[in-house]
Structure formats: structure tokens, C-alpha cells
């Protein structure tokens, strides 16, 4: 979690707790189309050693962090922030 001007600006998981998934059935470990079949099309961001696949709301960007075609993290921050870490 990040915070910036004291509000909570970043949230993203740092470990997967047992049958941990969304709502749409994807866990971390599942490969980049199987976020693309659940959620659809999807922005991507290349960073340093991954990508970044968006899925932006009004109020909240939603990241799909995916190293070597897994996913390996998800992410939640405020629309327009950088989803590079």
C-alpha cells in the first residue's frame, strides 16, 4: 500500500492466501489470455521487468501485473497514476 498526501493511493497483493481469486475466477499463476478471456480487452503497460494490464473505472484503475505470461500480482490505484513499481 502506498499513501500520498495521507490517502491511500496504491493497494496491490504481496502474497496469495489459499483459493485466493476474483470474482471472475482468476488466480494469481493464471496466464495473461485467461485475464484477457475474464475481463476483455485490456490496456497494456510495459515496465521494467513486466506488464501492466489496466482495466480503468472512474474511480479506480485496476492492474494485472504479468511476468513472463503470469499473472503474479493485482493491483488497484487512482485513475492516471503510473502502474509501474
Known amino acids: 500500500m502506498t499513501f ?3 490517502r491511500v493511493a496504491d493497494v ?4 496469495q492466501p489459499p483459493g485466493w481469486r476474483t470474482t471472475r475466477g482468476i488466480a494469481l499463476g493464471d496466464t495473461e489470455t485467461e485475464v484477457s478471456d ?11 521487468r513486466y506488464d501492466a494490464y489496466l482495466r480503468i473505472g472512474a474511480k479506480a484503475t485496476t492492474i ?3 511476468y513472463e505470461g503470469k499473472l503474479w500480482g493485482f493491483g488497484l ?9
Open 77 to 85: 490505484t487512482q485513475p492516471g497514476r503510473s502502474p509501474c513499481r
Open 64 to 66: 494485472f501485473y504479468v
Open 4 to 6: 500520498r498526501n495521507g
Open 12 to 15: 496491490f497483493t504481496l502474497f
Open 38 to 48: 475474464a475481463f476483455g480487452p485490456l490496456l497494456q503497460r510495459r515496465c521494467d
